[in-house]
């Protein structure tokens, strides 16, 4: 079983920073890639990030490119989120997910590619 565990949310002012974290056990982390989504109240969860097994591809949608980074450390078995130029359109429950072995490009965004999800951290951005 593989078991996510998010940390790093909480309140922030719009502008703000916040770097989400994600540690993971039970599976080779190294061999998957992983992916950020949240999920506001009465929403359905959304795709923010994602990134490769080996860390040299990215993806990102459109409403946070430039503001939020994805990276990893494969040695901690630990997935981040920077969160820069926070807005209030950014509060959501965050989740971490383990994805696919392959790249899969555009397709990272669908919510079926991944298996297994952490808790979620709250990010609550006031303006």
């Known amino acids: 079983q593989v078991q996510l565990v998010e940390s790093g949310g909480g309140l922030v002012q719009a502008g703000g920073s916040l770097r989400l974290s994600c540690v993971a056990s039970g599976r080779t982390f190294s061999l998957h890639g992983m992916g950020w989504f949240r999920q506001a109240p009465g929403t359905e969860r959304e795709f923010v990030a994602a990134?490769?097994?080996?860390?040299?591809?990215?993806y990102y949608i459109d409403s946070v490119q430039g503001r939020f980074t994805i990276s990893r450390d494969n040695a901690k078995k630990t997935v981040y989120l920077q969160m820069n130029s926070l807005k209030p359109e950014d509060t959501a429950v965050y989740y971490c997910a383990l994805g696919p072995g392959l790249w899969m490009g555009n397709r990272q965004k669908e919510k079926t590619l991944y298996d297994y999800w952490g808790q979620g951290t709250q990010v609550t951005v006031s303006s």
């Open positions: 990134i490769s097994w080996g860390g040299t591809s990215t």
